[in-house]
């Protein structure tokens, strides 16, 4: 179920666009902000309330790789992966995280705390190793500091 | 050097604050723009400047908005493309960051030179911090009476919308843009008819990128001729070189168009790192053909780069040195067109797949020495080959690597190990 808020957010979308259709995107924001992730479920719930087909919704969502399909993690450790980062040690990153944490990438730890994926260029190359952390960017990345951020947020579960 | 124009404040503190940008001469040129100018000479004024598209294609931007149709009875869109993906390119994000407000003065003054009452500002939707910062500018910029109605007293009318994508590359492909704000799958459409005809709800539209509209303020207060006398002559004005990969400052330089390549690695980015012999470097954004390190005194505009064979596109400088395995580097950009191909057109939905499936035989020792020449062939048959640029952006990696490399491809298949010290895995 969506929050009240969520409702109210999508009900605002309404008649702002030229279309209904284009409301959609906007939609799976506020639904994958309400909840973490996009289930079919919430994703029906919301595209009533925008008054699109279910299907037009579920089509769209299933296109972006921004929105997790399934649940994940309270922190959804995202690390790039392309060239810019690889060259500087995205690799090295992406094993110390997965002994850190004790999964694999695309694993959950049992305790529901912490998600570890590998994705495509975040924009931010300049500044690499980097990973993106829910909506947040954390760059120049070394041991040192992957050790401070994981305690910090295993100590606010 | 010229002095910086979309940097010079950059670095100033709280520069995205709305009476921080005005004490900095900010929002000048949006009232001279709208008391002193008619659209049309704006349009005049920006063509005349020959500023190129910063976000790849380099197309003149007065030249696309001349391309809107006249007498319709259709509203005119703009959109600006802050969906910044291409591998090495970072520049958008710290344009919107940290000097906000210079990208929506450009877009209040585009929109009244092409007669547009609502624009959008379509942002990757990864960047949210940069969504924030954008939104704040916005709010504020309405309160102050520059977006909204009767624009200081003109008469003029504009909305601007924040659109935040889904973490595809495709949008940033103007057609495909368009298909993600009307609300589908954003799978490229077939030009013509183009946008400016038919775009954003079959209604005329102009999409251009951030670093673009960022110049537009800076025209308006100084001038066509100032503008076009900075640069080269077909290259004019500045450009954002980002810098990344294997070198000692790493980060976005604001430079004259047409430095060489030379000084932007060795005086501004201070040489490579450990000072290890240069290997490669990819001019212009992942999608670009590589260059050699004895390829690198050549001047970085649109002409110099499309002689050498290789193109500016968006100024992503990746740097390689000698560590780095070129079979292993090639496999993670062919990954990454593999992962944000859209399906739409077979060469590329297929083709990428195959690519990067043949990289990865190599790299795991199971190449033959046919795959070279197969590796070859898949992706000279998607140049060309598809309905948008994203299967040429896959393809010229792919051929430029093995033209210039073409020795690390084949003795991995013919049992060597990889080149380099980097470590690489793949997944």
């Known amino acids: ?33 309400d909840c973490g992730y996009l289930s079919v479920d919430q994703m029906d719930e919301a595209a009533d309330i925008i008054g699109v087909s279910r299907l037009d919704i579920n089509e769209t969502a299933t296109f972006y790789t921004l929105f997790p399909k399934e649940k994940v993690g309270k922190y959804l450790i995202q690390v790039c992966d392309n060239l810019s980062c690889s060259l500087m040690g995205a690799d090295s990153l992406v094993e110390y995280l997965q002994e850190k944490l004790d999964i694999k990438v695309g694993e959950t730890t049992p305790d529901g705390l912490f998600t570890l994926w590998t994705v495509e260029c975040l924009g931010s190359c300049g500044t690499a190793p980097m990973m993106q952390v829910n909506d947040r960017y954390y760059e120049r990345l070394t041991r040192a500091k992957v050790d401070e951020l994981i305690e910090k947020w295993r100590n606010t579960k | 050097m010229a002095e910086k ?97 210079q990208m929506i003065e450009g877009t ?156 932007l690695i060795y005086e501004y980015g201070g040489g490579i790192i450990d000072d290890k012999p240069l290997k490669a470097v990819i001019p212009g954004g992942s999608s670009v053909p590589i260059l050699k390190a004895d ?46 191909s859209c399906g739409k057109c077979s060469p590329c939905r297929e083709g990428t797949n195959w690519m990067d499936k043949i990289l990865k035989r190599m790299l795991n020792g199971e190449g033959k020495p046919e795959d070279v020449d197969l590796l070859f062939d898949v992706a000279k048959n998607i140049m060309g080959n598809t309905v948008c640029p994203l299967g040429d952006a896959a393809a010229m990696p792919v051929m430029s690597f093995i033209e210039k490399f073409r020795d690390e491809f084949e003795n991995l298949c013919n049992g060597g190990k990889p080149k380099g010290t980097i470590k690489f895995p793949f997944r």
């Open chain 2, 108 to 263: 209040i003054i585009t929109s009244y030179a092409i007669n547009c009452h609502t624009a959008f500002v379509y942002i990757r939707g990864e960047f949210t911090y940069c969504a924030e910062q954008t939104e704040k500018a916005i709010n504020e910029a309405r309160e102050k009476g520059f977006i909204g109605k009767n624009i200081l007293g003109s008469g003029f009318d504009l909305d601007i919308h924040i659109f935040r994508g889904g973490g595809a590359y495709i949008c940033g492909e103007e057609t495909s843009l368009m298909e993600s704000i009307e609300g589908w799958r954003a799978m490229s459409r077939q030009k013509p008819p183009f946008p400016a005809v038919e775009g954003l709800w079959g209604c005329p539209t102009i999409i251009n990128n951030v670093e673009t509209i960022s110049n537009i303020p800076h025209i308006v207060n100084n001038g066509a001729d100032w503008f076009a006398s900075i640069g080269t002559e077909k290259s004019t004005g500045t450009k954002i070189y980002c810098l990344s990969g294997h070198i000692n400052r790493p980060g976005n330089y604001e430079l004259e168009m047409g430095v060489t390549l030379r000084e």
């Open chain 1, 1 to 33: 179920m969506l929050s009240d808020s969520a409702k109210e957010k999508l009900a605002e979308l309404k008649g702002k666009y030229p279309t209904k259709e284009a409301s959609i995107l906007p939609a799976l924001h506020v639904v994958f902000e």
């Open chain 2, 5 to 101: 124009i979309l940097f010079k404040y950059i670095d100033y503190p709280d520069q995205h604050k709305i009476d921080v940008y005005m004490k900095n001469g900010g929002y000048t040129a949006l009232s001279k723009a709208l008391k002193e100018f008619k659209p049309e000479e704006l349009v005049e004024m920006v063509k005349k400047t020959n500023l190129r598209g910063r976000g790849g294609a380099g197309f003149p931007a007065g030249v696309k908005w001349s391309f809107l149709p006249k007498g319709i009875n259709k509203p005119t869109y703009l959109i600006i493309n802050a969906d910044e993906s291409e591998p090495g390119t970072f520049k958008d994000r710290q344009l919107m960051e940290y000097d906000p407000h």
């Open chain 2, 295 to 340: 390829e690198i005194d050549i001047n970085m505009d649109f002409e110099s780069l499309a002689e050498k064979g290789s193109m500016l596109g968006s100024a992503g400088v990746i740097v390689m040195h000698d560590g780095a395995c070129m079979v292993a580097a090639l496999q993670k950009l062919t990954k990454f067109y593999e992962h944000e």
